[in-house]
């Protein structure tokens, strides 16, 4: 998946090296018990109207995409970002869109959580679609959704990596 992917600056060179070398030498890559691990994340957008989805995250206290771990037996980060795209918003027709490349690699510093200690997610960000905006629904009640237009998500979060996410996205359209 990232054999032909190209950093765009020296930021994502770094993650991207350190990722490589993630999935060249761990036994497990994606294993939640190890202090770097892959994750899957997604941008979802509805191409139509030029909104992106954006979901709360408590533990993070932010506005973020969707995504997460693998489940057991998941190795495949677009996988893991349909599936985690779906659970975390009830839309049933996501795809990827308008390829199913990664968008974005970035390895991203996770708080510890209660007995979790702080680790890190090597997150390769990709874009999923669909057509119902309005089928969109929280998967819990501490996890609200809000549609938004590109150039108001990139405003209302405060990832510097998932504005440049956007960003590329925002370049998509």
Do not use: C, N
């Amino acid at each position: 998946m990232l054999e032909g992917y190209r950093a765009r600056d020296e930021v994502e060179s770094a993650d991207l090296a350190r990722i490589r070398e993630l999935l060249a030498t761990a036994e497990d890559p994606f294993a939640r018990d190890t202090p770097l691990h892959v994750t899957g994340s997604a941008a979802i957008v509805h191409p139509d109207s030029g909104r992106v989805l954006l979901r709360w995250h408590a533990r993070q206290q932010a506005w973020l995409q969707v995504g997460g771990h693998g489940d057991p037996g998941e190795t495949d980060p677009l996988d893991i970002a349909l599936r985690e795209g779906r659970e975390e918003t009830g839309l049933t027709d996501l795809v990827p869109w308008p390829t199913a490349a990664p968008l974005h690699t970035v390895i991203v510093p996770v708080p510890a959580k209660g007995a979790e200690p702080a680790h890190e997610h090597a997150d390769l960000r990709f874009v999923l679609a669909t057509r119902e905006p309005d089928a969109a629904r929280p998967e819990k009640p501490d996890a609200p959704l809000k549609w938004l237009p590109l150039d108001e998500a990139i405003d209302a979060v405060t990832e510097d990596s998932l504005r440049e996410t956007l960003r590329r996205v925002r370049e998509l359209r």
